[in-house]
């Protein structure tokens, strides 16, 4: 929204009159004077007209947590806790999920009420990297490794899936990097290999890496750098 339109619509004014008031430098974004009437505004900002609040300005969230296995993927549910329920913030009910995990499988998850943010780094076109650790019933080929690159189509949607890059870490264990999130993928993906996912943990979603001190069910804020560098053009999308 422009901030003419927000001041005008406070205080029923014509767009002309709010005009007026923000030229004569009585309104303020996040306490520095504004006389650009077409400035671009959003919830997030707190604005000031003659020292009165005429919007508060929401505070802006981003949040890691490390989901346990168990608890949904959800911001509601009437049967299972969601990760929701493990934030103790009195705001956890305006949080979002940049992105799901299935019930079983632990790891990052990342919330906010951000909403131009979690569409950056959720955008399909992004191809925005996440890393998760596979453990699987039975020992994992080398063959599987080029099956992975070279991709899998699933009939369901008609699609194939990007190539994925998997790292053999022991017999049962693989690293595996995706840069797309498909229904089931990871577990769908082993079953065509004829294996099967027996444990499932993100540990990575761009350039977030999931805190190594941060035990299950347990949540931080995420820094500003963190929340600028979670998703940059610059992430090495060339083995996707
Ligand atoms: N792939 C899966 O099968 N499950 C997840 O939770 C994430 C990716």
């Not at 004569?24 to 671009?40: C, F, K, S, W, Y």
């Not at 802006?60 to 549910?77: C, F």
């Amino acid at each position: 929204m422009k901030l003419d339109r927000l001041v005008a619509k406070h205080q029923s004014l014509g767009r002309n009159k709010a005009r007026d008031r923000i030229a004569q430098g009585r309104v303020e974004i996040d306490h520095l004077t504004e006389i650009r009437p077409d400035r671009e505004i959003d919830r997030f900002h707190k604005i000031t007209l003659d020292g009165h609040i005429i919007q508060p300005g929401a505070r802006r969230l981003h949040l890691m947590l490390h989901k346990p296995a168990g608890i949904l993927s959800a911001t509601t549910d009437p049967v299972h806790p969601t990760v929701i329920d493990l934030i103790d913030d009195p705001d956890a009910r305006t949080l979002h999920l940049a992105g799901r995990l299935d019930r079983a499988t632990s790891g990052l998850i990342l919330l906010t009420n951000d909403g131009r943010w979690s569409k950056a780094l959720m955008h399909p076109d992004h191809k925005v990297p996440k890393t998760y650790l596979v453990h699987t019933r039975d020992p994992i080929p080398a063959s599987a490794i080029e099956a992975f690159s070279n991709g899998f189509h699933f009939h369901t949607e008609d699609i194939t899936t990007l190539p994925a890059a998997l790292e053999i870490l022991t017999e049962n264990a693989a690293r595996l990097t995706l840069h797309e999130g498909r229904y089931h993928q990871i577990k769908r993906m082993f079953h065509r290999i004829g294996n099967q996912v027996t444990a499932l943990h993100r540990e990575r979603i761009g350039n977030l890496q999931l805190t190594k001190n941060l035990p299950p069910g347990a949540w931080r804020h995420l820094t500003g750098e963190e929340i600028t560098a979670a998703y940059s053009p610059s992430l090495d999308r060339t083995s996707a």
